[in-house]
């Protein structure tokens, strides 16, 4: 075995698009296209552990995703599968927020512009998909995202907030992401703030103390097909309900609400908190905000080995189609093979 960390990596079994690593062994816990489910693994068979060098596989490459949602131990002894499948729920959760918040920093989808349409809809209390496309059809929008997660003690936790703009007619795009976490190992934790840019030839990111560049991955473009499918799921049809007409960042809005289907199933935890909402615009179909909260525990309350994990997630757009300034740095080096300046 290896003493790689725990995370979501490619399913060896090849039965599903991704599975939960503990530190020591697969587990039963996997996903496809963000669905969570649980699948044991194939009697006889012993794939090989990730190698060591890997690092766990993000639902969609997205800075969310690889964020630390949750503290997690190096190894999972039988004592501790209750919080190893804690964990792995709390993941799916962490990469299906995450990859929504990735695809909104990033940018996704055709990045032509055009002012309006193009998204889902939401007519006759009923919210169709994919509404992320819509996005791509602003030709601005700025933006906001904090995210928490808590467990499985209070000093076990992860926060992140972050803003930007994208200016979508010149293909340009800013944004600041914060990133704080500590845990009952490091009760001092950290906390970092990243700076970056993109234009249609390069990203450029700021960490403090140098600048360093990367050209632009023409892949890019194609990860919004992929997280709206991943959206999709996280709000299938019949499960959003239409609460009523609101106003988003100055734009009429209908505003669902919902929960996550199968959260918490086959793992034996409960399920205290499931609760999202969701604000579309009324017309063109596409986000204006997005609200997620969860809360879990692994046995009854009381139970003294009782543990309770926490996420909270928001992200809106603050103005839609409003002038935006960005530019990209003049000390961004150009994407060559040393990019870094400091």
């Known amino acids: 075995m290896t003493s790689n960390q725990p995370g979501w990596y490619p399913d060896p079994f090849g039965r599903a698009q991704v599975r939960w690593w503990s530190g020591s062994d697969w587990t039963d816990h996997v996903a496809t296209n963000g669905q969570e489910y649980t699948d044991p693994p194939v009697a006889g068979a012993t794939p090989a552990a990730p190698a060591a060098a890997a690092a766990p596989a993000p639902m969609a490459a997205a800075p969310m995703a690889a964020a630390p949602m949750a503290a997690a131990p190096a190894a999972a002894p039988a004592g501790k599968k209750a919080t190893t499948q804690m964990l792995a729920i709390v993941g799916v959760v962490a990469l299906l927020v995450g990859g929504l918040a990735g695809w909104l920093i990033r940018g996704g989808g055709d990045d032509s512009g055009g002012g309006g349409g193009g998204g889902g809809g939401a ?102 097909t992929v997280l709206s499918g991943v959206f999709d799921i996280v709000i299938p049809a019949g499960n959003a309900q239409l609460v009523g007409d609101e106003t988003v960042a100055g734009v009429a809005a209908k505003h669902y609400s919902f929960t996550i289907e199968g959260l918490g199933a086959g793992t034996g935890t409960q399920v205290e908190t499931n609760q999202g909402d969701i604000w579309v615009a009324a017309d063109g179909g596409y986000l204006l905000k997005y609200q997620v909260a969860t809360t879990m525990r692994t046995a009854a309350e009381g139970t003294t080995a009782a543990e309770v994990f926490q996420l909270t997630f928001t992200l809106e757009l603050t103005s839609v189609n409003q002038p935006v300034s960005v530019q990209m740095p003049a000390a961004c080096p150009a994407p060559t093979t040393d990019t870094t300046i400091g």
């Open 123 to 224: 007519s006759a209390g009923t919210l169709t998909t994919p509404i992320l496309q819509g996005l791509a059809s602003l030709n601005s929008y700025e933006w906001r995202i904090t995210a928490n997660t808590v467990g499985p003690t209070e000093i076990d936790r992860s926060d992140i907030t972050a803003s930007g703009q994208s200016d979508s007619a010149n293909n340009l795009r800013h944004q600041v992401l914060t990133q704080s976490s500590t845990s009952a190992d490091d009760p001092e934790g950290y906390t970092s703030t990243t700076e970056s840019w993109q234009d249609a030839t390069k990203s450029c990111s700021f960490d403090g103390e140098e600048y360093s560049s990367s050209a632009a991955n023409p892949v890019g473009s194609d990860f919004g």
